[in-house]
């Protein structure tokens, strides 16, 4: 995804990355290159949603719904990743996870 059409992260991101550069700049760097490979950024950024959801990650698991739907990646596509979840981390967890996933999308509505 090109940073152009990367949505703008959340003020308290700015602000953390404002008070520890390099930390952002770290940050960037791990990025890029796990960035670097074979698979499409579709792919990966379906891949990187499935991970902040078997880690039960909120901000992650948002920040990747805003990042999903900058790229069209379709709602449904991010519905069925939650859908393999329950017999991996349990019913509450995805329920959780739903929950996130809901309040992500009505937030950018």
Not at 25 to 46: I, V
Request: net charge neutral; hydrophobic share 45%.
């Amino acid at each position: 995804m090109s940073e152009g059409t990367l949505p703008k992260p959340p003020k308290a991101y700015q602000t953390f990355i404002a008070r520890y550069p390099k930390l952002g700049e770290a940050w960037d760097s791990m990025n890029e290159a796990g960035a670097e490979g074979p698979l499409d950024e579709k792919t990966a950024r379906l891949i990187k949603f499935a991970i902040a959801v078997g880690a039960l990650r909120e901000g992650a698991i948002r920040s990747s719904v805003r990042k999903a739907k900058a790229l069209g990646i379709p709602e449904a596509e991010l519905r069925q990743v939650i859908s393999l979840a329950p017999t991996l981390v349990g019913m509450p967890a995805t329920v959780a996870v739903d929950s996130w996933v809901d309040a992500a999308y009505n937030k950018d509505s």
